[in-house]
């Protein structure tokens, strides 16, 4: 009873954050997650997830869009380099995937971006020592953002190329 109270409560603390329009996050190992939002969450979360997991979640918003996705809540297990249990986000499909972020512990990831409509979310457990597991939820974005950064990037190339003719 007094389990149940508990993870009751951690719910209740989660949905209570911000706004919380969403349904009741997909806690399935892994699936395929389509739309302009969404959540889904570890194996049996808000309870512990279970050992030996490998679980793909591929996440697409509309053509034309990338997406934002962050972490309202992260707990594996912890390791110093996420040798055990451990979350990774990479940047679209496909072995040649870019890997965004590998994490595990207790200490929530920032906010990721793709760069195209896809990003695929892998987390893989070993057979001991579990933990709560994460909660996640993703939106679309304009990718002219990404542009902006492009810009910023060509100023940067600019001003490198200038210091090296300074430098002759
Ligand atoms: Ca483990």
Redesign the pocket.
């Known amino acids: 009873m007094w389990f149940i109270a508990t993870n009751l409560a951690l719910w209740v603390m989660l949905v209570g954050q911000g706004s919380c329009q969403q349904n009741f996050p997909r806690t399935t190992c892994g699936g395929e997650m389509e739309g302009d939002t969404g959540q889904f969450a570890s194996p049996g979360f808000p309870q512990d997830y279970r ?1 030996n997991l490998n679980c793909v979640w591929n996440i697409k918003v509309p053509e034309g869009r990338v997406v934002f996705l962050s972490f309202r809540f992260f707990a594996l ?1 912890m390791n110093a380099r996420c040798m ?2 451990h979350v990774s986000v990479f940047n679209g499909r496909g072995k040649d995937a870019q890997l965004l972020g590998k994490f595990c512990g207790t200490f929530r990831p920032g906010a990721l971006v793709s760069t195209s409509n896809e990003i695929v979310v892998k987390m893989a ?6 933990n709560r597991g994460f909660l996640a939820s993703f939106s679309s974005g304009e990718p002219h953002k990404q542009s902006k950064l492009s810009t910023t990037c060509n100023l940067v190339d600019v001003i490198v190329a200038n210091l090296k003719i300074t430098l002759h």
């Open positions: 050992p297990e055990y249990d457990t070993d057979d001991s020592t579990e």
